[in-house]
């Protein structure tokens, strides 16, 4: 079973730059297709990106298009979300999540969409 872990959140100022990692401790990581969603107060949880099983497919969502970057090293069973020129609507816990793979984006965007979930990570960006 994969057993997600969120780690890299952190207080960063706006334009800075963070890298979340989400590793996998049942190593099964490269099985899956994973997705990265975040949460802020108040708001629904969102899709940000997602990656396919051999990184072939990416997906972003538009706010974050040309500032995300979202990669995977099955080697490492760890799946990355790079986080450039963030803003302060960027803040919200991330959450890295696990589901089987399809071709479509449609198929990542939803939250009901993934089976298995991390316990998430907090990103705060300051204005």
């Known amino acids: 079973q994969v057993q997600l872990r969120e780690s890299g959140g952190g207080l960063v100022q706006a334009g800075g730059s963070l890298r979340l990692s989400c590793a996998d401790s049942?190593?099964?990581?490269?099985?899956?297709?994973i997705g990265w969603l975040r949460h802020a107060p108040g708001m629904e949880r969102e899709f940000v990106a997602a990656?396919?099983?051999?990184?072939?497919?990416?997906f972003y969502a538009d706010y974050v298009k040309g500032r995300f970057t979202i990669s995977r090293d099955n080697a490492e069973n760890t799946v990355y979300l790079q986080m450039n020129s963030l803003k302060s609507e960027d803040t919200a816990v991330y959450y890295c999540?696990?589901?089987?793979?399809?071709?479509?984006?449609?198929?990542?965007?939803?939250?009901?969409?993934?089976?298995?979930w991390g316990q998430g990570t907090q990103v705060t960006v300051s204005s």
């Open positions: 999540a696990a589901r089987t793979y399809y071709r479509d984006k449609a198929y990542y965007t939803r939250p009901y969409q993934y089976s298995t």
């Open positions: 049942g190593r099964i990581l490269s099985t899956y297709a």
């Open positions: 990656i396919s099983t051999s990184s072939s497919s990416t």
